[in-house]
């Protein structure tokens, strides 16, 4: 069985930085496209980015060009997601999520972003 664990989240004033992370259970991670996602308020959940399975090839919403940063870390099953230069239309629930093929509704609980002076 799958399980997703996000993790980093918080408050942060616009302007702020976070560093969020996701490790999995039931996933071959080193040969997982692994990619994030988020809802923010009155919004369907859309991607943000994804990162290949040797974290070369990576892949960005227009939203998260030049601000967000994926990048993962296979010994320790781990991929991140840096936030830098937050505003308040960022605020949301961070979702990682493994290939399709481990389901298409296999979500974790995500991780809330709060952005608010």
């Known amino acids: 069985q799958v399980q997703i664990s996000e993790s980093g989240g918080g408050w942060v004033r616009p302007g702020g930085s976070l560093r969020l992370s996701c490790t999995t259970s039931g996933v071959v991670f080193d040969r997982a496209v692994m990619s994030w996602y988020r809802q923010t308020p009155g919004k369907e959940r859309e991607f943000i980015a994804s990162?290949?399975?040797?974290?070369?090839?990576?892949k960005y919403a227009e939203f998260a060009e030049g601000r967000f940063t994926i990048s993962r870390d296979n010994p320790k099953e781990t991929v991140y997601l840096q936030l830098n230069n937050l505003s308040p239309d960022d605020t949301g629930v961070y979702y990682c999520k493994p290939p399709a093929y481990y389901g298409e509704n296999t979500w974790g609980r995500g991780t809330p972003v709060t952005v608010s002076s």
């Open positions: 990162i290949s399975t040797g974290g070369r090839n990576l």
